[in-house]
Structures are given as structure tokens and as C-alpha cells.
Nanobody, 115 residues
Framework: QVQLVESGGGLVQIGGSLTLSCAVSVNIFEFNTVGWFRQAPGKERELVATVNVGGRTNYADAVKGRFTISRNGAEKTVYLQMNSLKPEDTAVYYC?????????WGQGTQVTVSS
């Protein structure tokens, strides 16, 4: 059974940094893509960053140059390094794994950026 568990969220000041982790219960290279999405209050869930099995990354324009997605196969973990955080980055961040037409989601971790 595929399970994804996020951690690392919290309260951070504007301009600060956080690293999110997503622990996956199975080999992450079994998936076509793994990545991070976020949902702010009153808004739809949106893509933040993904990485495919070949290592190709994709970032939302809003986070390019500030966020970095990475993965560790041995640890079965996907990371999201977030720098220069802004109030508009405040959201629940979700990890997602995708294989063909199947999607698996974690429960989410709250990130709040405040002055």
C-alpha cells in the first residue's frame, strides 16, 4: 500500500527558509513523477514542483529560483527546500506520487509565513 507522509511545516518569518520532507512507503522510482502541491485558504490546489523518474524537474513560476525539489531513493524521501519565503507561500503543502493515471497524496503539512 502506498503511503506518503509529509513533515517539516511550521511558522516562519518572511525571508526565512523551511525544508519539507515526504516519506514514501515504497520505492519512489516506481512512480512517473513525485512532487509537491499546495492549497491556500479559499484557493484551488496548485502545483509547486515535480520531479520525474529521469530527474527532470518542473516548477511553478511563483517559486522558481526560491524552491528546490530533490529526492533520495535510498531514504524513499522527497524534499522541498524553500528559501526567501513570502506571505503568499502560506498554504497546506501536499506530497503527491503519480504512476500512469493513479495519484497518491499525503495528508499535508501547514506552512505559514508571517512577519
Amino acid at each position: 500500500q502506498v503511503q506518503l507522509v509529509e513533515s517539516g511545516g511550521g511558522l516562519v518569518q518572511i525571508g526565512g527558509s523551511l525544508t519539507l520532507s515526504c516519506a514514501v512507503s515504497v520505492n519512489i522510482f516506481e512512480f512517473n513523477t513525485v512532487g509537491w502541491f499546495r492549497q491556500a485558504p479559499g484557493k484551488e490546489r496548485e502545483l509547486v514542483a515535480t520531479v520525474n523518474v529521469g530527474g527532470r524537474t518542473n516548477y511553478a513560476d511563483a517559486v522558481k529560483g526560491r524552491f528546490t525539489i530533490s529526492r533520495n531513493g535510498a531514504e524513499k524521501t522527497v524534499y522541498l527546500q524553500m528559501n526567501s519565503l513570502k506571505p503568499e507561500d502560506t498554504a497546506v503543502y501536499y506530497c503527491r506520487a503519480q504512476i500512469l493515471s493513479r495519484f497518491y497524496w499525503g495528508q499535508g503539512t501547514q506552512v505559514t509565513v508571517s512577519s
